[in-house]
């Protein structure tokens, strides 16, 4: 049976990596990528996170919005009096007020907490931003993985049949006494090393391709190898420059820091005087017509704090430190995303000169293995030496396979340093939608009244 991958020609083009040729109905590394996207929770679950900020900006209107209240109260008396016959004397008295208020002036705190909700929003985002980076760079490493499991295995199954022939091949010749049982200890010797190598490969595959599962909730069928990246920095100094611009995680520190700042602000807003307005109708009936009444009043109301509370000064004292906090937070994500840069660049050259190296390799394997096999036609070598060349040249193969993936992963991993492994970056914003397009959730207290009519 022709076995997968077998025979491949491996293929370079410039920086381009492939490890052979795929069928027309392969899937390829897009559709893994899309997969992700729809089935991971993660990433549903970042984004209502973000739908929950977004909303947070509504309710900075809570300074500014009309206030109703209505309240009832029924009295009723029985007292002791020496006046009255029988001794007791009852009244009932019912009141109904009803309240309306609203700040014609807050101090200018709605203002100032829409800006620090939507400083907040933009830290969300770029976390969220991170949460697709960390998906997408998973799902690409399990496609890679499953492809590189596969081609293990397909070199170790060769390695098994070629190492299976060699025993078969002593056998005959010890039978014949043209060879030694040594000769053919050392061949079964070779075959049990080369199918414990065969099961660890079998192994990793299988566990390549539950990972695949879970990242995508698809089976990995007929994988296809992408390309290598090829709008990558070309120096260590451009690739940690563009990180410290655009990684999410400096975003989002970035993002808190001027929050952070904002947050004085707003608290300066909450100390400001204060304009209201408020009108009031109230009713009561008692006993008696002399009682009864029915008031409308109209206030306007101005208010100022005439002192620094220490509650307000302690405050202060906790929006400093929050803001240190996030200026040291800044100041280590650009650190740590310029060095996260400059070891995924320093990787992906170290990837292409091993690549450059074993390819190199297996073309002077295989060029001994022929050699070796042409003296032993000719009685120079042993059927050990050639088994030997010919396992020289499987190591190297297998080699390679791990060359050739170290490069495609090395490619993508510095992209997810660089911030640009996000949807919208590798133009996957149609799959799950972007975050502006999410609709608000449905509100639980829809009505005017909170107390009728309400799920």
């Known amino acids: 049976m022709q076995r997968f991958l077998r025979g491949l020609a491996l293929t370079i083009v410039g920086p381009g990596v492939f490890f052979g040729s795929y069928s027309a109905f392969a899937s390829d590394l897009e559709t893994t990528m899309r997969a992700a996207l729809v089935h991971s929770a993660s990433l549903a679950a970042a984004r209502q996170n973000w739908i929950a900020v977004r909303e947070d900006i509504g309710t900075n209107s809570a300074t500014r919005d009309w206030k109703a209240t209505g309240t009832i109260t029924g009295t009723h008396a029985r007292t002791d009096a020496a006046t009255v016959s029988g001794g007791y004397k009852d009244a009932q008295t019912a009141v109904g007020t009803i309240s309306l208020s609203k700040n014609l002036y807050d101090g200018g705190q709605q203002t100032e907490g829409v800006k620090l909700d939507q400083l907040l929003l933009d830290k969300e985002t770029a976390t969220y931003e991170g949460r697709e980076q960390t998906v997408l760079l998973a799902a690409i490493e399990a496609h890679l993985a499953v492809i590189k499991a596969k081609r293990d295995v397909e070199l170790n199954l060769i390695n098994v049949e070629r190492l299976e022939s060699h025993v078969n091949a002593a056998q005959i010749r010890v039978d014949a006494g043209a060879a030694t049982p040594t000769r053919l200890a050392e061949a079964e010797a070779r075959l049990a090393r080369g199918r414990s190598s065969l099961i660890v490969a079998e192994t990793a595959l299988s566990n390549a391709e539950d990972s695949f599962r879970v990242l995508t909730g698809t089976d990995p069928a007929a994988l296809e190898v992408p390309p290598a990246l090829t709008n990558l920095p070309q120096t260590v ?7 410290r611009k655009s990684h999410p995680d400096v975003l989002a520190a970035r993002a808190g820091e001027l929050a952070a700042e904002q947050s004085f602000s707003t608290l300066t807003a909450s100390v400001r005087p204060s304009l209201a307005f408020s009108l009031n109708a109230s009713d009561t009936n008692a006993e008696g017509e002399g009682s009864d009444k029915t008031v ?77 096999r042409n003296e032993f036609e000719f009685g120079q070598k042993t059927s050990l030496d050639v088994q030997d060349a010919e396992q020289d040249v ?34 996957l914003d149609d799959v799950i939608g972007t975050l502006q397009s999410e609709p608000a959730p449905t509100a639980r207290l829809g009505k005017i009244l909170p107390f009728v009519g309400n799920d």
């Open 237 to 243: 100094i451009e690739a940690e420059e563009f990180a």
């Open 296 to 372: 409308l009043s109209a206030q306007l109301t101005m208010s100022t704090p005439l002192m620094i509370t220490s509650a307000t000064r302690a405050k202060t004292r906790n929006l400093s430190a929050k803001l240190a906090a996030a200026r040291y937070a800044r100041d280590d994500a650009l650190r740590s995303s310029g060095l996260q840069a400059r070891e995924t660049f320093r990787n992906l050259e170290t990837a292409r000169g091993q690549l450059a190296a074993v390819m190199a390799e297996v073309e002077a394997s295989r060029l001994v293995a022929v050699g070796i």
């Open 394 to 427: 499987n190591d190297a193969e297998i080699r390679l396979v791990s060359a050739q993936h170290g490069v495609l992963t090395a490619g993508y991993r510095l992209q997810a340093a660089l911030g640009r492994l996000t949807s919208s970056a590798m133009g």
